[in-house]
């Protein structure tokens, strides 16, 4: 007789491993190197890797070429756009190549993300800078690491009017807003999101620094 | 002046997305069509084929060739193997191979994982046959779309002396495992692994199913 195998509901692990890490290998040798290529992504662990590597075995070998195809295709034809810095296939990225965005505002942003969250808004109709991070001594990060320098060019070059820095209110955004803010308002005038209490969020919930943000932030009601 | 984007903590979505589902599309073609793959795995929502796209690109070249070889390599190189239908890169398995498997015992599981779930314990040592599924007339699975018909033929020309059922105490497993059992009773004898409290399980939090195959497995103590 052999010994029963525990069962374990759903897919929880077990609490005693068999033999430690090791636990998921097993598989043939292709198999288990894309089960290897997937954990090594942020946020996935060997359990996941096994399942999304295991899901794209069943499906048609076309799906599984687009997939590769558009692997390489990414990586080799995305890159930042000479002017702002955004991710862009081309030379100059979409927004870049809009004219009418060239009306003397451009908002300082951390990364591309950041970017299409105020494009999100649509309310915003000027140009872009993305920095490409945030200054941050703990982690080694000083200005010269950040597209700050083209920054400067393009507000002298540009002819810009205000730059909007739309930077996360935290210790290095806030670093990074008073670093700019002191490099630039000899040039232009420099202005910086609302940082308050967000749509529908309770003020109870409210965790103090943003209360706080949100109560210096005040304006008179019109 | 631009109106404020509200800002969310963390990864936490905004309770009001500005354009709902369409709220993360924006980047450049190849990048979004990469975040596109990302989208279709299982268990993939927006954010994270955003993240780990994103990861990707900031990766060497060598990296991401790698990982559309992974992917190529498993699609094409990677088939079931023609005895026991567990994963295979052979015709046949890794454990197929093993003269000294053929003891006579067949473990019967629902899938590759399932395989290696039993391998791991480390206590089997004879051959397996993966079914490639279990039958749900729910979901439209009949007998006739798993590997039962090979398992027959293999009882009776490897000259099985014990079929092991190892499949989970499901609806679905109990049929499927009643199913074998009246089928290959008049040619060998049929096992199946024990249902009970897990190790480490607490009495207390057991559900009520799982306690009541405990009780009914129950062994005298020896």
Not at 75 to 94: N, T, W
Not at 122 to 148: C, F, N, Q, T, W
Request: glycine share 8%.
């Amino acid at each position: 007789m052999i010994s029963a195998a525990p069962f374990w509901p759903g897919d929880r692990l077990p609490r005693f491993a068999p033999n430690g890490g090791t636990a998921l290998s097993g598989f043939t040798r292709p198999l288990a190197r894309l089960i290897d290529q997937f954990e090594r992504l942020p946020g996935i662990g060997p359990r996941t890797a096994q399942r999304l590597a295991l899901h794209l075995l069943r499906q048609p070998e076309e799906q599984i070429q687009a997939f590769a195809d558009a692997l390489l295709a990414a990586r080799s034809q995305v890159g930042e756009c000479q002017r702002c810095f955004h991710l862009s296939a081309e030379p100059l990225c979409d927004l870049c190549r809009q004219e009418e965005r060239r009306n003397g505002q451009i908002c300082v942003v951390a990364d591309s993300r950041d970017l299409l969250a105020m494009e999100r808004t649509r309310e915003y109709h000027g140009a872009y800078h993305v920095l490409g991070g945030l200054i941050s001594p703990m982690d080694g990060v000083g200005p010269e690491l950040l597209k700050i320098q083209p920054l400067v060019r393009r507000v002298d070059q540009e002819g810009i009017e205000e730059v909007i820095l739309a930077l996360t209110p935290s210790v290095e955004g806030d670093t990074t807003s008073l670093y700019l803010a002191r490099l630039l308002k000899p040039f232009t005038s420099v202005s910086r999101i609302a940082y308050g209490l967000p749509m529908g969020g309770e003020l109870e919930y409210a965790d103090q620094v943003t209360l706080a943000r949100a109560l210096e932030g005040r304006r008179p009601v019109e």
